[in-house]
């Protein structure tokens, strides 16, 4: 229930982690503060997988230099990499159980891809001018690159920026000139 940009982990959740067979995270900053406790449990030898670290660098979308968008999952091709990432994570630490991940996986592929099929016909009735997804925080830019819409927020990429009146007003006005018809 907690915003991952901003959580701090409880000394409860430290001892979680310690005594976890396999860590899996998203990796690119999403977890914010977690990172320094994933480095020390990976430097002390815990089996942890670091599924944004997966991804070829050149399909991110960067905000900054060195500071990657972290919701990859909105974009239903990365998410697919991810999950082989984690499925083959899964089999290396429970080898008895690798074709049970690797079937689930496959039924995992054909629903995503089906869901893909499915995004693509809705947006396709959309008008191109009208293809823009309003929201408060800009985390759909990897949808927006897939699907080939407009995203238009308040907030930046981490939920920790915060908008002023002078951004809700612009935004408010953007959406009268642009009769943008639903807004998130």
């Known amino acids: 229930g907690v915003d991952p940009h901003l959580y701090n982990a409880s000394a409860g959740d430290v001892e979680k982690l310690a005594n976890a067979d ?20 990976e430097n002390s030898g815990k089996n942890i997988l670091d599924v ?9 979308i960067f905000e900054a230099e060195n500071n990657p968008d972290p919701h990859v999952w909105f974009n239903t091709d990365l998410w ?26 496959e039924s995992y592929k054909k629903e995503i891809n089906d869901l893909t099929g499915y995004i693509v016909r809705r947006i396709n009735e ?9 929201t408060a925080h800009d985390a759909f830019g990897y949808f927006a690159k897939q699907f080939g819409l407009e995203v238009k927020s308040i907030q930046g ?19 009268v000139k642009r009769e943008i018809k639903a807004v998130f």
């Open 22 to 41: 396999v860590i899996i995270y998203g990796g690119l900053h999403l977890e914010g503060k977690m990172g320094d406790i994933f480095g020390k449990l």
């Open 157 to 175: 990429i981490s939920t920790d920026s915060e908008a002023g009146t002078k951004d809700i007003s612009e935004l408010a006005d953007f959406i």
């Open 126 to 134: 959309i008008p191109e001018s009208k293809r823009v997804l309003i």
């Open 80 to 105: 697919l990499l991810e999950a082989e990432a984690v499925a083959a994570k899964l089999s290396d630490a429970d080898p008895e159980n690798k074709e049970y991940y690797m079937s689930n996986l």
């Open 52 to 60: 944004g670290s997966t991804l070829d660098k050149n399909l991110l």
